[in-house]
């Protein structure tokens, strides 16, 4: 059996053994630093900044991309900002503060695939015993 990769299993080993995504849905202030991002990871996504956890927090236009996270001995800060073009975030429902996306979501998000034409059919799922 040839052993092809999958979303589902780059999600899977990366939910076990890396940390949750997570995206604020409103827009941030791009001069905010350390401090003030992860208090937004608090109170509006309302997780720990603490926790090891990426929190993706997006400008108004959407052409810019920080991501806060705590390494070991402090937070780091990861930013991007577009020459050209938008990111393309996920559908949200209306009161919705943040949404969880998966490792592969984030890859896609990065390399600039619309993720709001992205349409997950129904498949098959084998109950366990």
């Known amino acids: 059996m040839i052993d092809l990769p999958s979303l589902s299993r780059m999600d899977l080993a990366y939910r076990h053994a890396g940390p949750r995504v997570w995206l604020a849905v409103e827009p941030a202030d791009m001069r905010w630093g350390f401090d003030r991002l992860a208090e937004l990871a608090r109170t509006v996504i309302g997780q720990n900044p603490l926790s090891g956890n990426l929190f993706v927090f997006r400008s108004r236009r959407c052409d810019r991309l920080k991501v806060l996270y705590w390494d070991s001995d402090g937070y780091a800060l990861w930013y991007k900002r577009l020459e050209e073009g938008t990111f393309r975030l996920p559908r ?26 992205l349409k997950r059919v129904k498949r098959f799922v084998r109950e366990s015993s």
């Open 92 to 117: 949200v429902e209306a009161n919705a503060s943040s949404i969880e996306l998966r490792a592969s979501e984030l890859a896609m998000l990065l390399e600039g695939i619309d993720l709001r034409s």
